[in-house]
């Protein structure tokens, strides 16, 4: 799970400070506040560890379809700033922690946690990797920054003591490999010291462990066609939402003996949304790879496909399909998940969420503009269903000519202390002018009369 994250000079942020990450973390605020480009940062992040150019310092853009497209790396620094800075801090999960010897001991330090830092600079004809560093508190610290061009160099420090004390400070010869990682001389140099390796390894496992919904899903299809393969995630736009559907309720015997039995969770959970009576995913005929979802309003409605049955049950599809369908562990993150749903069910969605973080350990991060996703929010906090210190929630504006972030206080009660002015608009100063409008309307009538 992200535990903080950080960034410097990315797009209209000049300084994030730490922004405290939690199992529930949501950002709101107005249309261009900055609350996406939080999001991008870690898409960011992931899109380039998952490219196979080790020497692409960011992968801002591609032809090819990307969880971003931001153009080149100069222009996403703020204004005319040539240096940017991403941090991110994580709890390393169990099956992947492990120890280093520490110097002039027999004691092992074990790394259970992590905080990572690179700044990047980006000019119109070059980028290049700054430093990077990452850390376990003062426990332990891996230092690599530029000392000239081509030239970086490394330090090392387990419990303030360098293991491989250099008769002078190590000078390596090559570039990072991408933004995070570090060259093959510094691996070289301290050979004996396997963890650095470990350290890109345990980033981009955090990475990979992280899923994306974009706000725009895809339109839903008459017949979907199903080979039997198992993707990842439902898609960047939900498109793959009914493929994994099949693949998590194929009636295959998973190793454990059990059969995974995803549809019938997601069929219960559209009816305590309110959003279908019924729901099954089938072929269309014995032995057919094309499948159709089929899908009943009420009890006494006749069984429709989902095109037929309205925009918002196709749109909140995936993300159901999303938080169930991940491993165990993961972080999702979410765009407007809230689109072209009612507001019942807009809040409905809030216990969903906090079902997938306390039942499936799931971490979740949403960017949204509902106010009635975030009352219902406030509402689970003080029916003690979710635990205030388990959220994190934010509103971002812009001011000044660059985004900003206020934490926003929640109470054991679920109030919200500091609640920003026109948070979601003037609602009510316009129950205030329609009530004046209608004494205005009223005077001018009888007048007339």
């Known amino acids: 799970m992200f535990t903080e994250i950080s960034m410097t000079n990315f797009k209209s942020w000049r300084d994030t400070g730490a922004v405290r990450m939690a199992p529930l973390t949501a950002f709101f605020g107005a249309n261009s506040s900055g609350k996406s480009s939080l999001l991008q940062m870690l898409l960011l992040l992931k899109q380039t560890a998952e490219s196979n150019d080790r020497n692409l310092v960011l ?177 960047l736009k939900g498109e793959l939402a009914v493929h994994a559907l099949l693949a998590g309720t194929h009636p295959e015997v998973s190793s454990g003996g059990r059969r995974n039995r995803l549809q019938p969770r997601i069929a219960r959970l559209l009816k305590d949304l309110g959003l279908a009576r019924s729901f099954d995913v089938r072929p269309l005929f014995e032995g057919s790879n094309q499948y159709a979802v089929w899908m009943k309003r009420k009890q006494t409605s006749p069984e429709v496909l989902i095109p037929d049955l309205g925009i918002g049950i196709s749109q909140v599809l995936p993300v159901l399909v999303l938080c169930y369908y991940v491993p165990e562990g993961s972080t999702i993150i979410l765009e407007q998940p809230e689109l072209h749903l009612h507001p019942s069910v807009q809040a409905g969605l809030a216990e969903v969420i906090i079902d997938v973080i306390k039942n499936r350990n799931i971490q979740v991060i949403v960017e949204s503009h509902s106010e009635h996703f975030l009352r219902r929010l406030q509402l689970l906090i003080a029916e003690q269903k979710i635990n205030r210190d388990q959220t994190a929630l934010y509103f971002c504006e812009m001011e000044s000519g660059w985004s900003n972030l206020m934490p926003l206080e929640v109470d054991l009660f679920g109030t919200i202390h500091n609640w920003p002015k026109d948070f979601f608009g003037d609602l009510t100063g316009d129950v205030i002018k329609i009530v004046k409008a209608n004494r205005s309307r009223k005077s001018n009538s009888s007048n007339a009369s």
Request: proline share 6%; with cysteine.
């Open 59 to 235: 992968k801002t853009g591609s032809i090819q379809p990307g969880y971003v497209n931001l153009g080149t790396p100069h222009e996403i620094t703020l204004r005319d700033e040539t240096k940017m800075s991403f941090g991110v801090s994580w709890d390393v999960q169990e099956r992947y922690e492990f120890s280093i010897p520490v110097p002039n001991s027999d004691a092992q330090l074990s790394v259970t946690r992590l905080a990572f830092q690179t700044q990047i600079h980006a000019e119109k004809d070059r980028v290049y990797v700054q430093s990077l560093e990452y850390r376990q508190d003062n426990e332990f610290v891996v230092k690599f920054r530029r000392a000239g061009n081509n030239r970086y160099l490394i330090r090392i420090y387990i419990n303030g003591v360098e293991p491989k004390r250099p008769q002078s400070r190590p000078r390596i010869y090559m570039n990072p490999e991408k933004c995070y990682g570090f060259s093959y001389e510094a691996l070289s140099y301290y050979q004996d010291t396997f963890y650095l390796r470990n350290l890109e390894l345990l980033l981009e496992s955090q990475l990979r462990r992280t899923y994306y919904l974009g706000p725009l899903r895809e339109y839903p299809l008459r017949a979907y066609t199903w080979g039997g393969e198992k993707p990842t995630d439902v898609g």
